[in-house]
């Protein structure tokens, strides 16, 4: 017999993991909706061409594609031979996969609002809390699975949606007890400045892909995946700009020098100084070695990170992307987001012990089953509570005191509730309170408004 087992990366949760998930996804919901944004929901898997070459060369290679039907009819063994051996030279063919799993919420909802743009009212705010895939390596905060809830506004230009970003991420982080977390932001613009002056356009992603590892690899990795395309000079200018430091207003002093009039740096700048202006409660720290390697960003690019006493990467993340919905045949509808990264958030509360410890206690009241006629009249109770929405249950069959004091104790209900023969003849009910051991005895009628009261 197989023993059971999980494909790696991929997770059960428990019932006290699921309430501490549901407890970060409520959080972050009401922050949305407090900003006007409406919810959406799209498939798991999307037709593979929607997703290919959206992510860049490294994305890509972490798309979960999904196998046609019928591979194994015998009709079908030359097509799947030859799909195979193109699969194993890093081709896709239709004959093979023409689906895949979604690696994020953004391209999905690209590919919505391409598709429905002629009935959306702009700008069209929403936010999603769905699961994604990755073909990633797993290891402490990557999975293969997770969950991404993404908040996005297309159909404006306007510089205040990412202030607005900017000031849901502080209040989410807040409202969770992430009181020191960072913002950092940066622009693209003035990451093409810096393609510009190292050759070129061309540069801009090889550039941005490269400064994206910096933190794995360290300055001379950087340098030196650079060199095979730059000159020394180029080389030494990346790095001058890697090596900015100082206050957000020291830095933007001193990215102002290294590029002079540049018109690309001189709108990133503008932006960032408004963007710190306005949204000076949120974290911000402007971070020019920011570089995100999804190709899509066009402007303000955001990442979020845990508070630095936790060893934890990325627990946020988002930009401007104005051109995303043309690679869908409907250019001229900008757009900008931000993504939280649920499963890190969730690590860090863990790490941190933020999240409140009546997260478990949904179940308000334990009834003690002691007889058939006694359990009669306790699901009669139980059900007059529920009816008023307080959650309790009745255990399930009749059993010792200390059996049912244990169930109790395990599942972190508060309350037993205690209604015996001799109970049961006086019209009374006995009420203990299994965090302070206290216990009293009260007329049934009186049960309902002692639970209404807490």
Not at 88 to 114: C, H, M, Q, W
Not at 141 to 149: I, K, N, P, S, V
Not at 192 to 216: F, R, T, V
Request: charge should be neutral.
């Amino acid at each position: 017999m197989t023993r059971p087992s999980l494909p790696q990366g991929m997770r059960d949760f428990y019932a006290e993991t699921v309430q501490k998930r549901n407890y970060i996804f409520s959080t972050i919901k009401t922050v949305f909706e407090l900003y006007g944004f409406q919810p959406l929901e799209t498939p798991a898997m999307e037709n593979l061409e929607t997703l290919m070459g959206k992510y860049g060369e490294e994305g890509d290679k972490l798309i979960f594609k999904v196998l046609n039907n019928g591979l194994n009819d015998p009709k079908n063994t030359d097509k799947a031979k030859e799909g195979f051996e193109k699969l194993l030279l890093g081709k896709n063919t239709a004959s093979l996969t023409e689906r895949a799993l979604k690696y994020d919420l953004t391209i999905p909802f690209a590919r919505f609002v391409a598709m429905n743009h002629k009935q959306l009212l702009f700008p069209y705010k929403r936010y999603q809390l769905q699961p994604v895939w990755r073909a990633d390596r797993p290891q402490k905060g990557r999975y293969r699975e997770f969950t991404q809830c993404d908040a996005d506004v297309v159909g404006s230009n306007a510089l205040i949606n990412e202030v607005e970003l900017a000031l849901m991420y502080h209040t989410v982080f807040t409202r969770l007890g992430l009181k020191q977390y960072v913002l950092k932001i940066n622009h693209r613009k003035i990451l093409a400045a810096l393609a510009e002056n190292c050759g070129g356009s061309q540069m801009l992603i090889p550039i941005s892909n490269a400064i994206d590892k910096l933190d794995k690899t360290g300055l001379e990795k950087v340098k030196d995946l650079l060199r095979p395309s730059l000159t020394e000079q180029q080389v030494k200018l990346v790095e001058d700009y890697l090596m900015v430091t100082g206050t957000n207003q020291e830095k933007l002093m001193k990215i102002e020098k290294l590029f002079g009039d540049n018109t690309d740096a001189k709108k990133g700048i503008d932006d960032l100084k408004y963007i710190l202006a306005k949204a000076d409660l949120a974290h911000i720290e402007i971070d020019f070695t920011l570089a995100r390697g999804l190709d899509y960003y066009t402007g303000v690019i955001f990442e979020a990170k845990a508070p630095r006493e936790v060893q934890m990467g990325s627990i946020g993340g988002g930009g401007r992307y104005d051109n995303l919905t043309g690679l869908f045949g409907v250019p001229g509808i900008p757009g900008v987001g931000i993504s939280f990264g649920v499963d890190r958030i969730y690590d860090v509360l863990e790490e941190l012990n933020l999240f409140p410890s009546t997260l478990q206690q949904s179940v308000k009241a334990l009834f003690f089953n002691l007889g058939e006629k006694e359990a009669e009249k306790a699901f009669e109770l139980v059900q007059q509570l529920r009816n008023e929405g307080i959650a309790c249950e009745l255990f399930h069959e009749p059993a010792k005191m200390e059996k049912q004091f244990k169930f109790a104790e395990k599942k972190q209900i508060p309350f037993a509730v205690i209604l015996g023969s001799r109970e049961l003849e006086s019209g009374k009910i006995v009420i203990k309170n299994l965090q302070q051991g206290e216990q009293h005895q009260l007329p049934l009628a009186e049960l309902l408004p002692f639970f209404i009261s807490l």
